[in-house]
């Protein structure tokens, strides 16, 4: 079946601008991540959805970054006022609910801000 | 603090020459150890979940272990197809959800 998919692949844009970033999850998982990963850095969680809604998003690195899952599949992760600090690859991940289910990672969405 | 080290950042195998990485963590309310395999330009890639000390699991010419303060990800006889970054990551219970701590990964170049 179809994996996780997360559009655009690559996003260019300019300081300041705000940008979305899309993640559609294997379908029937209902736990959805959003992750961060720098160049040189380990991956850096930044938002869980279990369903529609966010219970822990003290990852988000400022105000300027938000998330939204709807109808508990897909979600969008939205910079706004992008600065070149915000450049990395974005990769979403799904699972199935539980304690223990294993991630299934997208293939990230490269963004550069110039 | 809730950290995740990962040794060596990077290491150069022979085929067949077999060898180990390392995750050491120190995580408050740990509820699984993962590890993953990333290629170049893609997500990771599941590989293991480890829950508790003492628990092994093996796929292919790897096996993952687990103490109470490590992981080892013991690699037989590489191919140069096992070359990738291999990704350990905790999951631990915070504030009444889940979060994941990602190591920094360590880059593994296996040559023929």
């Known amino acids: 079946g179809a994996g996780v998919s997360q559009s655009p692949s690559n996003k260019v844009t300019e300081k300041g601008k705000d940008v979305e970033l899309r993640c559609d999850p294997i379908s029937g998982h209902t736990a959805l991540y959003w992750y961060r990963q720098s160049l040189g850095q380990g991956l850096e969680f930044l938002i869980y959805f279990q369903g529609n809604s966010a219970p822990d998003k003290s990852g988000l690195p400022s105000d300027r970054f938000s998330a939204e899952r709807t109808g508990g599949s897909v979600s969008t992760l939205t910079i706004q006022r992008t600065q070149q600090e915000d450049s990395a690859v974005y990769l979403c991940?799904?699972?199935?609910?539980?304690?223990?289910?294993?991630?299934?990672f997208g293939p990230g969405t490269r963004l550069t801000v110039t | 603090e809730d950290q995740v080290t990962q040794s060596p950042e990077a290491l150069r195998l022979q085929e067949g020459e077999s060898s180990s990485l390392n995750c050491s963590y120190t995580?408050?309310?740990?509820?699984?150890l993962f590890w993953y395999r990333q290629d170049p330009g893609k997500g990771p890639e599941f590989l293991f979940t480890l829950y508790s000390a003492g628990e092994e699991k093996e796929k292919e010419r790897l096996k993952a272990t687990l103490t109470k303060k490590e992981s080892f990800l013991h690699i037989t006889a590489p191919k140069p197809e096992d070359s990738a970054t291999y990704l350990c990551?905790?999951?631990?219970?915070?504030?009444?959800?889940?979060?994941?701590?990602f190591g920094t990964g360590t880059r593994l170049k296996v040559l023929a």
């Open positions: 995580v408050s309310g740990l509820r699984g």
């Open positions: 990551a905790v999951r631990k219970t915070s504030s009444g959800t889940y979060k994941y701590i």
């Open positions: 991940a799904s699972s199935l609910a539980g304690a223990y289910n294993e991630q299934y």
